[in-house]
């Protein structure tokens, strides 16, 4: 649906800062070449911790972190062949989450039926990716597409992001291109225009202009002179719950965010860029290029937008009740997919389990239903 692009004053919602996630998406949990075979590492994805493991085989799993004898945190085990044991009992565990073996039986011993939910999980773009929800629905699902990913032309660098705060405000500084001005000290880009904006269920699309000036925009191969302002059209899509964002097939972001709980949220990213360099420079300095580019560029950046969207959560915090305005209507719309998202699941997952004896899955939908009619 095409939405106005003037900008006009709204309300913000405050319970946009509340809403949960719909979990029947693939979130990223972490950079899958950091997880070797033998490694266990505890995540949380929407403040369900799990234990993602890969095996002697290479394989990864993941599950709930929290053993079903006693409930210790199984992420603090050991990996054993292609099972998990647990560091308190040694009770072992399959990748399925089925206990298979307790050291203290006696060989002829029926097990008793413990066993740990499991996550259907997925490695690509080196990155380790979780679905959290309704585990029938994760094969259905894609993850986002990255063409550059493999594309011997397009530079890739990885971004790591922290923030103490709620996702939705995360999800806001993405979309909130007219926040040039905080970057301004760093040659970021100046004059936005919001030329075209559309929404859906699940999805926002912005167009703005932007204008660039400066030496690191020449260097980005953004402009040919950085002397000179050049402008150009930047495309933001939301497509819940990660972002894709080109600047005219010059540069694009790919941002994979995980939201871990009411206050804080992560993001894996990658920078895609085309430097005007010949390819095989290109390739002999990709590891200086994307640990430059990280640390002198894009990482100024990124401190920048992280104090900010934490002293925003700060203040609500403070004072949830108080009013605060918008004039953007892209951030309006990208509000309006984040809590129709969360409506979608509540609306979908009924206080039963989900048919697979998921606990947690059920639990969790119950819980956010009860927050919601007290709220
Ligand atoms: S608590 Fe895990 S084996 Fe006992
Ligand atoms: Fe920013």
Redesign the pocket.
Known sequence: MQLTTTLTEQIVQNRIREVGINPNYWYPVGWADRVKPGRVIPVTVWQQAIAVFRDDGGRLYALEDA??????A?HKGEIQGCHLL??????EFNGMGECVKIPYFPPEQKLPPAKARHYPVREKYNLIWVFPGDATLADSTPLPEIPEYDDPQWLGVPIPAHFRAHFSTCNENTMDVFHGFLHRGLQGWFDPVLLNLSAGDNFVRADYRVSYRGLATQFLGISDRGDRVTTKTVSIGYNYPHYCSSLEGLSSIYLMRLPVGKVETRSFSYLFLKLPLPQWLLKSLKPQLTSLIWRFLFKRFLDQDVEMVESEQQNYMADPQRKYLEVNPAIIALQRTIIKQYELFLKSSPAETNGQGDRAYSSRATMEQQERKGA
């Open positions: 053993c079903p004898h006693k409930g210790v199984l647990c560091p308190y009992h040694g009770w």
